[in-house]
């Protein structure tokens, strides 16, 4: 079968080049028109997702060459692009960097797997005819790639501007769809991870109205969506298939929580979407206001800042203490990075210590440079309730916290880290009674097996069938 759908991917020559602003501006004022907007973002990044969902109006997903292969990817993408009028794709860092010579993985090959136009931000600061022969090399180095357009970005006036368009319209034959000045007053302060995520931000809504009217005032928003609608079909490889055998619940599923605040956010929609559509029944829990847990068969903390709230996060002391002894009788839990920081002893940070739920024997600092920081590759070499021994799994890590770890007795490492850095040794996956705790974030759509996994685990905790560990 094939489908077309109006879309367009958004890619730099480098990171911070001005992709993310830019797309949310076109996002958002695209939503102003009343149109119906699929959000994507390539690669795994959370905080970007995010603002790209608030300014969208809608949910956005993570499409990752490397955590996904090509048929997930289509399947999400067109399942997912479904009753949007127009897509938009935000690339990662370079337009052809990816994680080998060949540049897999990389915006690029996303690109034309998905036979999408690219629209390429430039930053022009002090240079003007030299864009046209960067942007020429671009179109050469992979002439099946579809470069559409051209938008300017940090242009210090007109002479400048005029002079680059004339040059990359005449030896590139594509047009300049956009001039943007070097902006100042810039809304959108920046962390170690980058933006500063919008659950944090008391004036998102004003600064995503300033992405929008930054794109109104600077891009031809009217000649982008012509290009994005001259598009080719895609070939519709995805059978809808996951992998694996899925379990469905029979009558009440079983209740599986999930702690969202301004703490732990980091959730890719699929993650939860797969739970939901086994016949979980996915309870929200806060970990800063609310003061008891609710009645469980299992739970999932994704990652996220617990630095940023941890003295409050220390402070709902009710909360941590029936968390713990919840675990203790054998409660499943799996945890995530941020989510595996909170279910430590202590978090560090500015030289204060913070007490934290106590239910594995690990101490956390927080350093000034990243600890862990890229993809994953895990092979599951002990038993665990989750995994089974031997298989595979492909992740993100992505972390300034440094574990301590305090004790050694009662759990088990259970992941032997292939690829990246893990909590100690290329070990990851911290196993105690039902606890999974690891600072690998799973994608579940390029690891179905995850959803499926902790469903069995919460259906077997709700019919009193699991062992604990």
């Not at 694996?244 to 979407?273: H, Q, V």
């Not at 993100?396 to 007795?409: A, C, D, L, M």
Request: with cysteine; hydrophobic share 40%.
């Amino acid at each position: 079968m094939l489908i077309n759908k109006p879309r367009i991917t958004i890619a730099a020559l480098k990171g911070g080049s001005g992709k993310t602003i830019l797309s949310l501006g076109l996002a958002a004022a695209w939503l102003e028109k009343g149109y119906r907007i699929a959000a994507f973002k390539k690669g795994p990044d959370f905080i970007d997702a995010g603002w790209l969902a608030f300014s969208a109006g809608s949910q956005c997903y993570n499409l990752d060459p490397f955590l996904m292969n090509q048929e997930q990817i289509l399947h999400s993408f067109l399942t997912n692009s479904a009753d949007a009028d127009i897509c938009l794709i935000e690339g990662n860092r370079g337009l052809y960097d990816g994680v080998d010579v060949d540049g897999t993985c990389s915006t690029a090959e996303l690109a034309r797997l998905l036979n999408t136009p690219v629209l390429l931000i430039v930053d022009v600061t002090m240079t003007t005819r030299t864009i046209a022969a960067i942007v020429k090399g671009c179109q050469v180095f992979d002439p099946e790639l579809n470069i559409a357009g051209v938008l300017l970005n940090r242009v210090a006036g007109p002479r400048q501007e005029n002079l680059i368009r004339d040059s990359v319209e005449r030896f590139c034959g594509i047009p300049v769809v956009g001039s943007v000045p070097r902006l100042k007053d810039n809304p959108f302060p920046e962390r170690h991870m980058g933006l500063v995520p919008f659950q944090e931000r008391d004036q998102a809504e004003k600064a995503i109205s300033w992405t929008r009217a930054v794109v109104k005032e600077h891009l031809d928003i009217d000649q982008i969506w012509q290009i994005a609608h001259q598009t080719k079909d895609i070939s519709s490889l995805s059978t809808g298939k996951r992998g694996g055998t899925m379990i469905m619940a029979c009558g009440d599923g079983p209740r599986i929580g999930f702690i969202r605040d301004k703490s732990f956010w980091f959730y890719y929609p699929e993650n939860l979407d797969y739970l939901r559509q086994m016949g979980a029944v996915l309870v929200e829990i806060n970990a800063i206001t609310d003061t008891k847990m609710p009645d469980l068969d299992a739970l999932y903390i994704g990652g996220g800042f617990p630095e940023t709230q941890a003295l409050a996060l220390a402070d709902n002391e009710p909360f941590r203490l029936e968390l713990k002894e919840q675990i203790e009788n054998g409660l499943p839990v799996y945890a995530e990075c941020g989510g595996l920081m909170y279910l430590g002893e202590n978090l560090l940070v500015d030289g204060r210590t913070y007490p934290m739920v106590g239910a594995i024997p690990i101490v956390f600092t927080l350093k000034k440079s990243p600890q862990g920081h890229g993809y994953t590759v895990l092979k599951v070499d002990r038993p665990n309730p989750y995994y089974q021994m031997g298989e595979t799994l492909k992740g993100h890590e992505f972390h300034y916290s440094r574990p301590e770890i305090t004790s050694r007795e009662g759990w088990n490492f259970v992941f032997k880290v292939d690829r990246g850095c893990g909590i100690e040794d290329l070990k990851d996956g911290i196993c105690r009674k039902n606890v999974l705790a690891t600072y690998t974030h799973i994608h579940a759509a390029g690891n179905p097996q995850w959803a499926q996994n902790l469903f069995r685990v919460a259906l077997g905790h709700k019919l009193r069938m699991v062992n604990i560990f």
